[in-house]
């Protein structure tokens, strides 16, 4: 039964129902507005309005997805409430029988900017802050499915009508440009996803990440003028204070995979 549940009809998750659809998966998803709940319904996809943030209606939400065997969660930390992330993703678990096959959005926020080179079993955040929460929760999940449970750590996320180099425009005296970017694109986020789904890859931690990282100065000007944007100014920058760089290696040993943009320039 090609069924697969998506918690968060958004950004992201979108994009990869529209894929994992033709590709013959029925798609059980979930957003929070009833507006958008009918709008998502008109491409094929079963829609549930639910927010975690409030009492759900349990009966209803464990018949609505009974006969999914993947599920992708999707949840933003910046989308709940900071102390409750963690019970919240964990309550979404709990609608899914035993030995349903998740995969978790979590970040490569929670590496520190102290690792040089961001391996899945480098230095993690130890301030507690968004990105600790992330780890916290990947941990619990991992307490409570096991092999059941890949967790993908997205680079800085990029792509149509998401392009961080509009906020950067003709800004000044800005930090870190040398420091180098890590980055991803939303087309290969989807492809990745729905290559672990497909190869049955769980119980796994692997990053998703371009592998060419230039420098903030350098990938930022770019992208202002190709985009026609003024140019951002960076402060003179002596040391390198920030060298962290995403190693995608493990990504692409395990899966095979071959990045579309495996360069911000591509981007």
């Known amino acids: 039964m090609k069924n697969i549940g998506i918690i968060g009809l958004g950004w992201l998750g979108l994009p990869l129902a529209r894929d994992m659809q033709k590709q013959g998966f029925t798609i059980f998803g979930t957003t929070t507005s009833l507006v958008k709940k009918y709008?998502?319904?008109?491409?094929?996809?079963?829609v549930l309005v639910v927010n975690l943030n409030e009492d759900q209606n349990r009966s209803e939400v464990q018949?609505?997805?009974?006969?999914?065997?993947?599920?992708f969660l999707n949840i933003p930390p910046s989308k709940c409430n900071f102390q409750?992330?963690?019970?919240?993703?964990?309550?979404a678990v709990s609608f899914f029988e035993i030995g349903t096959k998740f995969i978790f959005a979590s970040s490569t926020s929670v590496y520190s900017e102290n690792v040089k080179i961001a391996l899945e079993d480098s230095q993690?955040?130890?301030?507690y802050n968004f990105s600790s929460q992330l780890f916290l929760t990947e941990?619990?999940?991992?307490?409570?499915l096991n092999s059941d449970l890949t967790i993908l750590r997205f680079a800085g996320l990029f792509g149509y009508d998401r392009n961080p180099a509009k906020f950067l425009a003709g800004k000044k005296s800005l930090k870190k440009g040398n420091a180098p970017v890590n980055l991803v694109h939303l087309d290969d986020c989807v492809s990745f996803i729905s290559s672990v789904?497909?190869?049955?890859?769980?119980?796994e931690i692997m990053n998703v990440c371009s592998s060419e990282h230039p420098s903030r100065e350098e990938f930022y000007s770019w992208k202002c003028i190709q985009g026609n944007l003024e140019k951002p100014e960076f402060e003179i920058q002596k040391d390198n204070l920030s060298t962290k760089i995403v190693s995608n290696e493990k990504s692409k040993t395990i899966l095979n995979f071959t990045y579309k943009f495996d360069s911000p320039f591509q981007f």
Not at 39 to 46: A, Y
Not at 124 to 127: A, K, N, P, R, V
Not at 139 to 144: D, E, Q, T, W
């Open 39 to 46: 709008e998502l319904e008109k491409e094929g996809f079963h």
């Open 63 to 71: 018949e609505f997805f009974k006969t999914c065997n993947f599920v």
């Open 84 to 91: 409750s992330y963690q019970s919240q993703i964990l309550s």
């Open 124 to 127: 993690i955040l130890g301030d």
């Open 139 to 144: 941990k619990a999940l991992k307490s409570k």
């Open 197 to 203: 789904f497909e190869h049955n890859i769980f119980g």
